[in-house]
């Protein structure tokens, strides 16, 4: 059974950091891409991240441009995505996703085959 797990959310002061876990079962991550999402109360889901086997690595959200990482460690079937000096528009569900292909999107791309159920960052203003 294919789960991708998130962890690590939660209240958070602006101004500092959070990092998100997925650990990633019942499928063969070497096969996969991983992408990490948000989706803040009343707005489109946003494609954050992605990350491949290969160390490729691409970001799709102007906002987080120098503030946000992410990292592979297939070893453990995790990946991490870190944001750092969080701002109250941070405050969403984040989720992440995989999908069987071996190159990240050039662009956003919300067509991921498997999803997890997220979890909470909120910031407050």
């Known amino acids: 059974q294919v789960q991708l797990v998130e962890s690590g959310g939660g209240l958070m002061n602006p101004g500092s950091s959070v990092r998100l876990s997925c650990v990633a079962s019942?499928?063969?991550?070497?096969?996969?891409?991983i992408g990490w999402f948000r989706q803040a109360p009343g707005q489109e889901r946003e494609h954050i991240s992605c990350?491949?086997?290969?160390?490729?690595?691409?970001y799709y959200v102007d906002s987080l441009q120098g503030r946000v990482t992410t990292s592979r460690h297939d070893a453990e079937k995790t990946v991490n995505l870190v944001i750092e000096n969080l701002r109250p528009e941070d405050t969403a569900v984040y989720y992440c996703?995989?999908?069987?292909?071996?190159?990240?999107?050039?662009?956003?791309?919300?067509?991921?085959?498997?999803w997890g159920q997220g979890t909470q960052v909120t910031v407050p203003s």
């Open positions: 996703a995989a999908d069987f292909r071996a190159w990240c999107p050039d662009q956003s791309d919300p067509d991921f085959e498997y």
């Open positions: 019942g499928f063969d991550l070497n096969y996969y891409v």
């Open positions: 990350a491949t086997k290969s160390d490729q690595r691409s």
